[in-house]
Antibody, heavy 124, light 112 residues
Framework: EGQLVESGGGLVQPGGSLRLSCAAS????????MTWVRQSPGRGLEWVAY????????HYVDSVKGRFIISRDNAKNSVYLQMNSLRAEDTAVYYC?????????????????WGQGTRVTVSS | DIVMTQSPDSLAVSLGERATINCKSS????????????LGWYQQKPGQPPKLLIY???TRDSGVPDRFSGSGSGTDFTLTISSLQAEDVGVYYC????????FGQGTKLEIK
């Protein structure tokens, strides 16, 4: 089935940095694209970034390009989101999720396993 | 970006009755090569992450009750709950994965 557990959220000042982690278990982590999705009252559900199973391909929503970096360590079954130059509008619950495999692994898939989320608040 | 628009924003349905939620995409999410609609539906309950219900517009995920069904193609899609149960209360989202992913704004489903 798969399990995902996020950590690293918290309160940070505008312009600050934060690193989110997501620990995966109960599935072959390296075979899957992984993604970060955030949710806030003002912006709803918003896809943030995703990364291929071997880490060789990454994509970001325009609003975080140049500020956020997604990475993974398959030896540790973990995916990360380094968030720099944080803004008030980055305040949200951040979810880690797995992309569904159907016939093959691709970034053009729905998200079939989600973590419980970690809250990020950007405020002075 | 592909914009996803759901209707209605909220819905109250009696137990045992049918609930219908609509989702419209600003451009087609149908891929001719494999004849798939790149559209999913999720259910979210308070304090929980979204849960995948439907993918490829009409395929139920493992363990999802058969009272949930998805239909539609191209730009217009529907999620139907055939006989509403108390545990179906929550917010429902559509999601396109044809391009960089985007979600609908959500439809809040309540018991009448």
């Amino acid at each position: 089935e798969g399990q995902l557990v996020e950590s690293g959220g918290g309160l940070v000042q505008p312009g600050g940095s934060l690193r989110l982690s997501c620990a995966a278990s109960k599935f072959t982590f390296s075979a899957y694209w992984m993604t970060w999705v955030r949710q806030s009252p003002g912006r709803g559900l918003e896809w943030v970034a995703y990364i291929k199973g071997d880490g060789s391909d990454k994509h970001y929503v325009d609003s975080v390009k140049g500020r956020f970096i997604i990475s993974r360590d398959n030896a540790k079954n973990s995916v990360y989101l380094q968030m720099n130059s944080l803004r008030a509008e980055d305040t949200a619950v951040y979810y880690c999720a797995r992309l569904h495999i159907w016939e093959n692994s691709s970034r053009y898939r729905c998200f079939d396993v989600w973590g419980q989320g970690t809250r990020v608040t950007v405020s002075s | 970006d592909i914009v996803m628009t759901q209707s209605p924003d909220s819905l109250a349905v009696s137990l045992g009755e049918r609930a219908t939620i609509n989702c419209k995409s600003s451009q087609s999410v149908f891929y001719r090569t494999n004849k798939k609609n790149y559209l999913g539906w999720y259910q979210q309950k308070p304090g929980q992450p979204p849960k995948l219900l439907i993918y490829w517009a009409s395929t139920r995920d493992s363990g999802v009750p058969d009272r949930f069904s998805g239909s539609g193609s191209g730009t217009d899609f529907t999620l139907t709950i055939s006989s509403l149960q108390a545990e179906d209360v929550g917010v429902y989202y559509c999601h396109q994965y044809y391009d960089n992913p985007t979600f609908g704004q959500g439809t809040k489903l309540e018991i009448k």
